[in-house]
Antibody, heavy 120, light 110 residues
Framework: QAHLVESGGGVVQPGRSLRLSCEASGFTFSSCGMHWVRQAPGKGLEWVAVIWYDGSNEYFADSVRGRFTISRDNSKNTLYLQMNSLRAEDTAVYYC?????????????WGQGTTVTVSS | QSALTQPASVSGSPGQSLTISCTGTSSDVGGSNYVSWYRQHPGEAPKLIIFDVSDRPSGISNRFSGSKSGNTASLTISGLQPEDEADYYCSSHTSFSTLVFGGGTKLTVL
């Protein structure tokens, strides 16, 4: 059974950096596109970024482009989100999610999320 | 990348049918066959209920159906049940190779 577990969340000061990880199990990680999606407290879902199955392409939401990078290590079945120059508005629960295709189409497996709080 | 437009809330009685709309542009909903719907109960992760406009993942009830006309996608829930009370989100692939979500719709079962 496909399973995703996020880690790395915490409290960080504005302007600092944080790296999230997402460990995958129960499926062929290297055959799926992978996403990060966030949800600010009391707000809706916001798509953040996607990386294709082989890491050949990455795409970002306007709100994070230039500050966040997404990467993956298919040998470790792990997805990453490097978040730099963090702002208060980046405070959210961050979910990693599996795409049901090689690229970016729809998210059929979700982790339980890790909470990031940006505050001084 | 503007969010897709969904009604903030909808409500219905058990057994009724209702439809949630999701309006975008020709750069997303109107130009994509990759429109999805997700259900999220409080404190839980979202769950995929419709993909590719109208397909259901394995295990999802046939009470859920999806469609699209022009720049607007729709989710219809028939035979409304108490456990359908949740937040519902649409998403679409865009011409920029990104994804975009709707603002979400809170469904209340009266």
């Amino acid at each position: 059974q496909a399973h995703l577990v996020e880690s790395g969340g915490g409290v960080v000061q504005p302007g600092r950096s944080l790296r999230l990880s997402c460990e995958a199990s129960g499926f062929t990680f290297s055959s799926c596109g992978m996403h990060w999606v966030r949800q600010a407290p009391g707000k809706g879902l916001e798509w953040v970024a996607v990386i294709w199955y082989d890491g050949s392409n990455e795409y970002f939401a306007d709100s994070v482009r230039g500050r966040f990078t997404i990467s993956r290590d298919n040998s470790k079945n792990t997805l990453y989100l490097q978040m730099n120059s963090l702002r208060a508005e980046d405070t959210a629960v961050y979910y990693c999610a599996r795409d049901l295709s090689l690229v970016a189409r729809s998210m059929d497996v979700w982790g339980q999320g890790t909470t990031v709080t940006v505050s001084s | 990348q503007s969010a897709l437009t969904q009604p903030a809330s909808v409500s219905g009685s058990p057994g009724q049918s209702l439809t949630i709309s999701c309006t975008g542009t020709s750069s997303d909903v109107g130009g994509s066959n990759y429109v999805s719907w997700y259900r999220q109960h409080p404190g839980e992760a979202p769950k995929l209920i419709i993909f590719d406009v109208s397909d259901r993942p394995s295990g999802i009830s046939n009470r859920f159906s999806g469609s699209k006309s022009g720049n607007t996608a729709s989710l219809t829930i028939s035979g409304l049940q108490p456990e359908d009370e949740a937040d519902y989100y649409c998403s679409s692939h865009t011409s920029f190779s990104t994804l975009v979500f709707g603002g979400g719709t809170k469904l209340t079962v009266l």
